[in-house]
């Protein structure tokens, strides 16, 4: 009777100490969707810097464009590289290589945001596990509500975050791409030789 009883506190314990480690890895990867966010500027901050670099140094403004993951200066960087490769003045000829290189980039820009909202709601998931598990135990779960109310409150951020990016592609196709294009019409981008 006491070996009994001895293991069912064991395994309560087990499975207490469980909801606590899925309450902490539910907040690390939900941090972890955070790191592809720091740092970044919304749309409406960058567009004004990007006009100017655009008019005064446009080889520039492609080489540090191409570092720039998962957001709208990725496509354009991709634009540039496409027009620079018809080596052509010629609106049209520009036109035809920056619009298809823009699109296709921004593929990839969605496909990055939705591998970054993955792990938000796989954080989500965590922290509900994790409250389930220790209401179930009966454990007190106050760290399990403030993890949960994190991981929800960082995943709404970090969508929120993902529907500027959305907003600024769109955006960013309208208002800048036809400023690149301009850059290479006008002879501002140097052209390899």
């Known amino acids: 009777m006491i070996n009994q009883r001895t293991q069912q506190c064991y395994h309560r314990a087990v499975k207490e100490l469980l909801s606590y480690g899925l309450a902490v890895a539910a907040l690390v990867v939900t941090a972890i969707g955070f790191v592809p966010v720091l740092?970044?500027?919304?749309?409406?901050?960058?567009?004004?810097?990007?006009?100017?670099?655009?008019?005064?140094?446009?080889?520039?403004?492609?080489?540090m464009w191409r570092a720039s993951k998962g957001s709208c200066l990725e496509p354009l960087a991709a634009a540039m590289k496409g027009a620079a490769m018809?080596?052509?003045?010629?609106?049209?000829?520009?036109?035809a290589a920056t619009?298809?290189?823009?699109?296709?980039?921004?593929?990839?820009?969605?496909?990055?945001?939705?591998?970054?909202?993955?792990?938000?709601?796989g954080g989500v998931g965590?922290?509900?596990?994790?409250?389930?598990?220790?209401?179930?135990?009966?454990?007190?779960?106050?760290?399990h509500v403030?993890?949960?109310i994190a991981c929800g409150a960082g995943?709404?951020?970090?969508?929120?975050?993902?529907?500027d990016v959305?907003?600024?592609?769109?955006?960013?196709?309208?208002?800048?791409?036809?400023?690149?294009e301009r850059a290479f019409v006008d002879g501002r981008y140097v052209l390899p030789s």
């Open 99 to 121: 619009k298809p290189s823009y699109d296709a980039a921004c593929g990839m820009v969605n496909m990055h945001w939705k591998s970054v909202m993955k792990r938000a709601k």
């Open 86 to 95: 018809m080596k052509s003045n010629d609106p049209e000829a520009v036109g």
């Open 126 to 143: 965590l922290a509900i596990a994790a409250f389930v598990l220790a209401v179930s135990v009966g454990a007190l779960p106050v760290v």
């Open 39 to 63: 740092g970044r500027l919304k749309y409406y901050q960058l567009k004004p810097a990007v006009l100017q670099l655009l008019r005064t140094q446009p080889n520039r403004a492609e080489l």
């Open 166 to 180: 959305e907003r600024s592609l769109v955006l960013a196709r309208a208002e800048l791409l036809p400023e690149v």
């Open 155 to 163: 995943a709404g951020w970090l969508f929120s975050f993902k529907l």
């Open 146 to 148: 403030l993890a949960l």
